[in-house]
């Protein structure tokens, strides 16, 4: 059977975001017969048209969330069969951390138009997707979550022994600002629970607390593993910003992976991937507290949820279940756009 070719293209500093978003899906496309590759877009316009000229004819390219200029869209565009906008970020608001708040009508009209060259358009999460229904319906709008890091069989649940209460927050200087909203909460917990320690895996870091003990781990791939590894709880804190609600919540994905219980803010894809009904939801400084403390008490519950978390993130996100969806959509635009 003949399968459509498939070329993830991305930036030169998205090469972070292809590795989680991309990289984890090539061996699965190419089982499934799907000439699938990841390529890096050179900076320098001479470069980008040579790499787009050397392209097998018919394929159908995937782009990352990114602003793209009027003349690299034509390129693009000129150079496939098919065009996919990636959509894992709020790219058309300015980021939560900006110091204007106002709507940036440039960052409108060059997203907007991005959408005018895509044949269709993927979403990490409901948010991205309910924001562009107003402008676009299905086939042209999917919604294809992070894939995972492939787990393995799943272990069954085993009660921590450890002393101390190790929460983990993994991210980086751009997201600290939603570590920092949560500390005093963490502080006040401390003072009750001075066996509880806060590791950092990032590559900026909040100040000192009175109470909470930080470990202040730089980011890499290991010492991400490791903290995974060794850790109780993972915490994904977000506000109600457009740029928030717009994350993909791979923050959560790597901590369900891992068989961690998860407190986190249910914006930013908390709720899309831990369930409606997730007990353990904190967007208030006092359910912070609640959920720290619930948990806190019960290694049960800890264990009880890690495990199911990490058999619903394999059942949902594994690789082999993305690379399907992506290879489903690429069938279709085949389809849709014929020889």
Not at 94 to 122: G, H, N, Y
Not at 230 to 237: D, E, Q, T
Not at 291 to 309: N, T
Request: hydrophobic share 40%; with cysteine.
């Amino acid at each position: 059977m003949t399968r459509p070719q498939l070329s993830f293209l991305v930036q030169p500093d998205q090469r972070d975001r292809a590795r989680i978003r991309y990289s984890p899906l090539l061996p699965y496309l190419h089982e499934a017969n799907c000439g699938a590759d990841l390529l890096v877009l050179p900076g320098k316009r001479k470069d980008r048209i040579r790499v787009l000229r050397e392209l097998a004819p018919g394929r159908i390219i995937v782009l990352p969330a990114h602003l793209y200029s009027e003349p690299n869209l034509a390129l693009i565009r000129n150079a496939c069969k098919g065009l996919v906008l990636d959509l894992d970020d709020a790219v058309f608001c300015r980021p939560w951390d900006r110091k204007i708040a106002a709507p940036s009508k440039t960052r409108d009209a060059r997203f907007r138009m991005s959408l005018e060259a895509q044949d269709a358009v993927v979403t990490a999460g409901p948010y991205l997707r309910k924001y562009l229904r107003n402008r676009h319906d299905e086939p042209f709008l999917r919604m294809i979550p992070n894939p995972i890091e492939d787990p393995g069989e799943v272990d069954a649940p085993r009660l921590e022994e450890k002393k101390e209460l190790r929460l983990l927050w993994i991210g980086s200087e751009s997201t600290l600002g939603y570590l920092d909203s949560i500390l005093p909460s963490l502080n006040r917990f401390a003072k009750e629970h001075p066996e509880t320690v806060l590791t950092v895996v990032s590559d900026a870091f909040p100040q000192a607390q009175e109470f909470l003990k930080i470990d202040r781990v730089p980011w890499s791939i290991e010492a991400q593993r490791l903290a995974l590894k060794s850790s109780s709880i993972g915490l994904m804190p977000l506000d109600e910003h457009p740029w928030s609600l717009g994350k993909s919540g791979f923050k959560v994905l790597q901590y369900m992976s891992a068989g961690l219980a998860v407190i986190s803010s249910r914006h930013g894809n908390g709720e899309f991937l831990l369930g409606k009904n997730y007990p353990y939801f904190a967007d208030s400084a006092e359910a912070w507290l609640e959920s720290l403390e619930r948990l806190k008490k019960s290694a049960e519950q800890r264990s009880h949820w890690g495990y199911y978390l990490k058999e619903e993130a394999r059942r949902r996100c594994h690789p082999r279940v993305i690379a399907k969806s992506w290879l489903s959509l690429a069938e279709e635009i085949d389809a849709r756009l014929g020889s």
